[in-house]
Nanobody, 115 residues
């Protein structure tokens, strides 16, 4: 069974920073972060593949995603946090390099930004 474990969520003040981590028990071709706030649909945050990284428009310039292939770990560094960043953040992984789907999802970690 593929398992993803997120960590690093918590309460932070506006303008502060927070670092999220996701550890997988398998090597994935693509790892990504999504988030979902109450009453809103799930939103793409960032991802890394073997060749590139991408960011959602709402987090560009503030968030940075990095990956440690040897440890099957992806890191999301979040800076200049805003109240709208409050959400549950989910890690996702895609194994097939020729597929765009994410087969595995973590349980999520709560990020709360106080104004």
């Amino acid at each position: 069974q593929v398992r993803l474990v997120e960590a690093g969520g918590g309460l932070v003040q506006v303008g502060g920073s927070l670092t999220l981590s996701c550890v997988a028990n398998v090597r994935a071709y693509r790892m990504a972060w999504f988030r979902q706030a109450p009453g809103k649909e799930r939103e793409f945050v960032a991802d890394v593949s073997g060749r590139s990284d991408n960011y959602g428009d709402s987090v560009k310039g503030r968030f940075t995603v990095t990956r440690d292939m040897a440890k099957n770990t992806v890191i999301l560094q979040m800076n200049n946090l805003k109240p709208d960043d409050t959400a549950i953040y989910y890690c996702a992984a895609g194994i097939d390099p020729f597929s765009s789907i994410f087969e595995s999802w973590g349980r999520g970690t709560q990020v709360t930004v106080s104004s």
